[in-house]
């Protein structure tokens, strides 16, 4: 399920244990974050088999910011 939050407003939220909302902002600094739980329950699964931190460089962009960037699009 994807679900949308407010970086202004949720930004601390966890969304895993270890993963917060800010950490998959777009980095255009927009507000809108997208998140796919499926995808995050991923990622922790990922943390706790390694034990070790998982950095996230990007997790959510805006269709601005990914062309800009020559990032996929469909």
Known sequence: MIRQYSLAKDGNRKLAPDFKVRELRCRDGSDT??????????????????????????????????????????
């Open 33 to 74: 974050v997208m998140e796919d739980e499926a995808l995050m329950l991923l990622l922790q699964c990922i943390r706790e088999h390694f034990g070790k931190a998982v950095t996230i460089t990007s997790g959510y962009r805006t269709a601005a910011h990914n062309a800009a960037a020559h990032g996929f699009h469909s």
